[in-house]
């Protein structure tokens, strides 16, 4: 009698699986449709919680790889808002610029996310009245895409760096290195979807 009811659930398992494996695949595929990765270039703007603003130009090599180069300002750099008084201070106030590119590695998580991280090296430099700097570094990003529609998406990310800097006063005086652990904030970006 037991080995007629093991014979028998033997064969519904044997004959439901392919069924229910179906069945879970309509499913799936209800709820997720991975879409179609254009290869082509997107073109965008960006800003971090700072109030650093840049542009960004993206080339997709294929479905799981991208190169980036973007821009940078520093903006404003200045010790401290409230010794403005100061003609010196206000002499140390500087506005820079600077350029970096990533090799970006992607995963899609779904119709709508993608994941994406890759190293980021990194130059700048900025210039007051009084002195002039130049830095570089390298930095890892850490990022996620949604895809808004077919020709836009918004990024948020992320870029732990490291790097050194040099600054020097036009009159050859004072000349010091400096070494910068830090991380560029969060950061948003839109980006425009250009197909081939």
Known sequence: MKKRYTALLFSLCFIGAPILTKAQENINSKTYTKPTVIIGKEIGVRADINGR???SYLKHKNENKS???RTFSTGIVVPNVSYLQSPLIRDFIALGAGGAFAFLKKKQLDNKFTYY???E?????YVSLRHFGVYAGI???F???YDLSEKFNLNVELVPNVGFGMSQFHNGSNRSLLF???SNGLSFSLHYKISK
């Open 53 to 55: 603003l840049g542009f």
């Open 67 to 69: 190169f980036r180069f």
């Open 117 to 119: 991280h890759g190293w």
């Open 121 to 125: 090296p990194f130059v700048g430099a």
């Open 139 to 141: 930095g890892h990003t």
């Open 143 to 145: 990022g996620l895409t």
């Open 180 to 182: 910068k652990n830090s």
